[in-house]
């Protein structure tokens, strides 16, 4: 599009550029002779002035928001330890962050950290000394004052907030000179299940998020009119409070583990486990004589500038192939179903002929993918192009602040047209913006390509912070396209990934190490080649409709279950689900057993239904309707939400009151972030300056010399010429 | 590293070509205009080298003042109708107008901070907010040039900034300060809208490729 003429003509360019540049030089010189005496005098004058150093500024005074000027006060720090506990599908997680403020005075500390994008945060528990308080979850507003009322009297108290699906704020009152506050955070979650193995993802680290600036620049008007359109109907961002955080304040690069972290995990799965991974942290895996599993970080604290993924998988075969948890709360059942549909034979298999594909390949080659971020993306490219065969068609789109298609439409896998995208995908470079609209405009431009399966595949960070805008786009130009993400580097933002495969009904794949590339790209593409189970029905015991997210199952592909969060009040009896294998009915019938103890699927599917209602607030849904409703299933449900928080408050003050100062803890960059330098910002104008000089009082020296000694030598005059070039 | 350490470097090249100007001179023979000669090519060999010093110098000046000429046409254009090229090869787009009314100062911010894209005017810096938005938007550019304006501002100094859509946020200068080019913290994200400014230190340094950075921080205003 408009970034079409950059790039793999940038080296006929840059030599025009350079030509004209010399052509410049050439005229100027002359022109300089002329300029040379006015400019003797800016010469003396910037040479003796030289070094000065301005009164104003303060070497090594650093830039931290204090309030008072030359106040350094220092950063409250955060240890956080993760101990998860994993029944079945259901993970259930404790994270405790202890505050320490090393510095003299009394601070407030405010820690940014990221959770699971499907967590369903119930629980806030205030540790001071041996007094445990427990956290309340109130309306977002109420919930402020009740924290700022606790601030000012000097009482301790904390506060966690939701700021996006996957970014919470935990703001901790009235931490005294050298004192530790620890709070407890707990969460519910399902977790991701994909051929057979069980993935629980702990996310670690924040990729600062990219807001676009204006409308990309794309070339097709049609995109243009999407991206508007998106832009209009949407207006300014809904406002709730203070803007939320978008990007986390980072400690400078080499400062150590600012915030170490811990985790230990148990997996108590009822069958034995074939094998357990952690994919980005040395572990100690120890196996129970049972069926449980114990996994702690060899590290005892470990940088969080990383995600931590674990994966398992159930010993041969014994997979359960359907469960179904119940739990019964205030009269309502509520159960979380999970079928897996038996893997195709051989001869299913064929039966299937698989329809040609027409694949576009979007890629992100944005600054915040700079480093490994970007070898990977373009490693998976690759190994997505090498999956391609003749019968198919695709395309190749790299966007950054603009978005550039290889070639205006897809065209034929053939091994010319292969050669060449590999090539062009070989020169891809991060830098820029991440201007996301322009690229998913291109490449779900709604028009089908009869007899191909239209495929998006979408290899990003997601560093983006306009999500929303982004979803209502996806959601209205799919058609009949699937959107596939593949999460890319060590912190990729997989609420994004998420809920964009979502809304693009296709699958979220997240690779974190160069090492996975092919494995896991061979295994999408292979799942990826035609759905295994069609048109997914669910018969209730009583046979009503039962509200369940989601509302619609999906077509499964290989190896995906499916997985329903349900509730009405009574699910206890028989439920079927059946569905399409190929051309073949399928069904599988299961009767939920109530377990005896609270199983927290109530909180799951509480949360589901938040992201549901959310997700209508995004596809244009009334706020006015949308909030009390969240707000509803929020409260009856304790659970963190964009309208509501938990809130603690100690009941004796400690803290003298009046105005507290406040900092932002830092969180440690994400591993892929190359921990920069400042832009040079110098030009060699001075030098230049000075060496002209200098080879014209030597030129003026050695006319003198020869004028007046006619036997004079050269090395006289070489001398003061030193230091021109 | 000290002046001294550049005139000890490249004097090194100059004496080569100083002493090969010599082997024509020491045969010589007493005749005056012979004996000249070797001067006379030193003094012309040396008031090239100023031309070409002071040329490029001056290069500098023109091209960066050139290129805000033409970007200001261009961006003048382009909020009608989008980003546009300031000239047909360039590989990046202003992004915003800066002034100081007080310095009398209008400067178009381009996208990137590669070197080329510097030589023509201040650049955004990828990946920090976008100048006039929430967050903290930086931008960079050259001490000697754009940005030489820079060691005059204090405190509490108006600066406009305007961006594509042509809305105009005022930020008021809240610091100053000079910091390692390591230290990035400048480049760090912040809660509320605000403006960096970042330029080499010292202003007056007689060599390019300077460790420290002077940095201005404003702080978006209302109204």
């Known amino acids: 599009m408009a970034g079409k003429s950059g790039g793999y003509q940038g080296g006929l360019q840059s030599l025009r550029a350079d030509f004209i540049e010399l052509l410049g030089k050439a005229i100027v010189s002359g022109i300089a002779a002329s300029v040379v005496f006015g400019l003797v005098a800016l010469g003396l004058a910037t040479s003796a002035r030289a070094q000065s150093k301005p009164n104003d500024a303060r070497t090594g005074t650093l830039l931290f928001r204090t309030g008072e000027a030359g106040a350094f006060a220092p950063a409250p720090k955060v240890e956080t330890e993760v101990t998860i506990h994993v029944t079945g599908i259901v993970a259930r997680t404790r994270v405790s962050q202890t505050f320490h403020n090393p510095g003299e005075d009394w601070v407030e500390g405010v820690y940014v950290f990221p959770l699971p994008e499907n967590a369903a945060v119930d629980r806030l528990r205030l540790r001071i000394g041996e007094r445990v308080i427990e956290g309340q979850v109130k309306e977002k507003e109420a919930a402020r004052r009740i924290y700022a009322e606790a601030k000012r009297e000097g009482k301790k108290a904390a506060l966690v907030e939701q700021q996006r699906p996957n970014l919470f704020t935990n703001a901790v009152a009235n931490i005294g000179p050298h004192e530790y506050v620890r709070v407890m955070i707990e969460y519910q979650q399902t977790l991701a299940i994909d051929n057979g193995e069980y993935r629980l993802r702990f996310p670690l680290a924040i990729t600062p998020r990219y807001e676009p600036a204006g409308a990309a620049i794309p070339d097709e008007p049609k995109a243009i009119e999407a991206y508007q359109a998106t832009v209009d109907s949407l207006g300014a961002p809904p406002a709730t409070g203070p803007d939320p955080v978008l990007h986390p304040d980072y400690a400078p690069a080499g400062a150590g583990a600012v915030n170490p972290v811990a985790i230990g995990v148990v997996i108590d799965f009822g069958v034995p486990l074939a094998k357990v991974t952690s994919s980005y942290h040395d572990a100690w895996i120890e196996k129970d004589s049972g069926s449980r599993t114990v996994l702690y970080l060899k590290k005892e604290q470990e940088e969080a500038d990383r995600d931590f993924e674990l994966v398992w998988s159930p010993a041969g075969g014994s997979a359960p192939l359907a469960a179904a948890f119940l739990e019964t709360r205030n009269g309502t059942d509520y159960a979380l179903l999970l079928v897996m549909p038996p893997q195709p034979t051989a001869q299913e298999k064929a039966a299937i002929a698989p329809l040609p594909r027409e694949t576009v390949f979007v890629i992100d080659t944005s600054g915040s993918m700079q480093g490994t971020s970007i070898q990977q993306a373009r490693e998976a490219l690759l190994t997505g192009l090498s999956t391609l065969t003749a019968r198919d068609r695709f395309n190749v789109v790299e966007f950054n602040s603009s978005t550039r298609p290889m070639w205006p439409d897809a065209l034929p896998a053939t091994a010319e047209n292969l050669q060449y995208a590999r090539a062009w995908v070989s020169k891809l470079q991060a830098n820029g913006g991440t201007e996301m609209a322009g690229a998913l405009a291109f490449a779900l431009n709604g028009r089908d390509t009869a007899g191909y399966l239209r495929q998006v595949i979408f290899m990003t960070d997601g560093a983006v912070g306009n999500e929303d805008h982004l979803f209502k786009l996806i959601a209205q130009r799919l058609g009949s396209t699937r959107l596939f993400t593949v999460g890319i580097g060590s912190a990729p933002n997989s609420h994004f990934m998420t809920k964009a495969a979502l809304f693009g009904r296709g699958s979220f794949t997240y690779i974190g190490d160069l090492r996975e590339v092919e494995e896991k790209m061979s295994k999408l593409f292979a799942k990826i080649e035609s759905p295994v189970l069609k048109d997914v029905s669910i018969r209730w015991p009583d046979g009503t409709p039962v509200e369940t997210y989601p509302a619609r199952v999906p077509d499964l592909y290989l190896g995906e279950p499916v997985v329903v969060a349900a509730a009405h009040a009574s699910l206890k009896g028989t439920i079927v689900v059946s569905g399409m294998r190929g051309n073949q009915p399928w069904s599988v019938a299961l009767t939920p057993t109530a377990a005896e103890e609270p199983t927290g699927v109530g909180a799951l599917w509480a949360r589901a239904r938040i992201a549901s209602l959310m997700d209508e607030l995004r596809l244009g849904a009334d706020e006015a309707l949308i909030r009390p409703a969240v707000v509803k299933v929020a409260l009856e449900h304790h659970l963190v939400s964009r309208y509501t928080s938990l809130v603690a408050v100690d009941v004796t003050p400690t803290a003298p009151g009046g105005e507290k100062r406040s900092a932002l803890v830092k969180t440690s960059a994400p591993r892929s972030m190359i921990a920069g330098e400042l832009p040079q910002t110098d030009t060699a104008f001075t030098l230049q300056i000075l060496l002209g000089l200098l080879a014209l009082a030597a030129a003026g020296v050695g006319a003198l010399i020869g004028r007046s000694i006619p036997a004079g030598g050269g090395e006289h005059a070489a001398q003061p010429a030193e230091g021109a070039r | ?223």
């Open chain 2, 1 to 223: 590293m000290s002046a001294w350490h550049v005139n000890g470097t490249s004097s090194y090249a100059l004496r080569g070509r100083a002493y090969g100007t010599e082997p024509s001179a020491t045969p010589g023979r007493p005749v005056r205009n012979s004996r000249r000669a070797p001067v006379v090519a030193l003094v012309l060999l040396l008031v090239a080298l100023a031309g070409w010093q002071l040329g490029g110098a001056v290069w500098i000046q023109a091209k960066a003042a050139l290129a805000q000429r033409l970007i200001a046409s261009s961006w003048s254009g382009m909020q009608e109708d989008g980003a546009k090229r300031p000239w047909p090869w360039a590989d990046t787009h202003p992004v915003a107008r800066l002034t100081v009314p007080s310095r009398h100062v209008e400067l178009f911010v381009l996208a990137g901070t590669s070197g080329r894209s510097l030589a023509f005017g201040p650049g955004h810096v990828d990946g920090t907010a976008a100048p006039g938005s929430e967050g903290n938007s930086v931008i960079v550019a050259h001490r000697d040039t754009h940005f030489a304006f820079l060691r005059d501002l204090h405190e509490n100094e108006e600066i406009l900034v305007e961006d594509a859509r042509g809305r105009v946020s005022r930020y008021l200068v809240r610091e100053v300060a000079v910091v390692d080019k390591h230290d990035t913290r400048p480049l760090d994200p912040a809660d509320s809208p605000q403006l960096t400014l970042i330029t080499c230190w010292p202003f007056d340094a007689v060599q390019p490729g300077t460790d420290q950075r002077y940095v201005v921080i404003a702080d978006r205003t209302r109204g």
